[in-house]
């Protein structure tokens, strides 16, 4: 399966942990991005990121939230001592240029509890 | 705030009706409105997009009408089945982004019954 990766696909953690999301884009994608879905809303965009730069994170939460894309392995969502409010669907995107179609991976269900 | 509003929230057809969903958006700077089919338990996927320099787009059974004046763009799906069933989310993204920053409506859960 060449599509984009994202592991685990579910994820539960306790109030005060971290919460850690990988992500491996299509082969030959650079472009990664991040979205937040709470359930019956839209996604919400988080970051983009190319190889081992931040391009944009307008949609990050300024505290708790990080983003990597080293030059070798996935992209890390990393969230630290998470909180009930973090639970949601977190889907990750790759595209091969910026301006080109997104193609999403499956998502990890973050549960809080 | 919400840029994209979609409607309906959700969404009822029978088998070989037309569904229709609506999106509404105030910013005229965007420029790229794409629409994405979403399965549970999957990740959203492209489905089909449009451009304002045309009111009308068409792949296969899913069309897009665009109305530049009003700021609203639609989804029509012809002929619809049952495995049309999904979520359907809008999305628009604007200039001078070097890269596409979707903001998305808030999905609309389509039902098709046999």
């Known amino acids: 399966n060449a599509g984009v990766m994202q592991n685990p696909r579910h994820l539960v953690r306790r109030r005060g942990q971290e919460a850690r999301l990988r992500c491996s884009p299509m082969k030959g994608h650079s472009h990664v991005y991040w979205y937040r879905q709470l359930p019956e809303e839209g996604l919400k965009f988080m970051v983009y990121l190319q190889k081992e730069n931040i391009i944009d994170e307008s949609g990050m939460p300024k505290e708790r939230f990080s983003a990597e894309f080293p030059k070798e392995g996935p992209s890390i969502l990393r969230i630290q001592q998470v909180v009930r409010g973090d639970s949601a669907a977190y889907f990750c995107?790759?595209?091969?240029?910026?301006?080109?179609?997104?193609?999403f991976g499956d998502g990890t269900r973050l549960s809080i509890l | 705030q919400q840029q994209v509003k979609q409607s309906p929230q959700s969404l009822i057809v029978q088998k070989g009706g037309i569904s229709i969903i609506n999106c509404a958006y105030e910013n005229t700077a965007f420029d790229y409105f794409p629409w994405y089919q979403q399965f549970p338990g999957k990740g959203p996927a492209l489905l089909i997009a449009?451009?304002?320099?045309?009111s009308e787009k068409k792949e296969g059974r899913f069309t897009i009408s665009f109305n530049k004046s009003a700021k609203q763009f639609s989804l029509h799906i012809m002929d619809s089945q049952p495995g049309d069933s999904a979520t359907y989310f809008c999305?628009?993204?604007?200039?001078?982004?070097?890269?596409?920053?979707?903001?998305f409506g808030s999905g609309t859960k389509l039902n098709v019954k046999p």
């Open positions: 449009i451009r304002p320099d045309v």
């Open positions: 999305a628009a993204s604007m200039p001078p982004w070097n890269f596409n920053k979707f903001y």
């Open positions: 995107a790759s595209s091969m240029q910026g301006n080109q179609p997104q193609h």
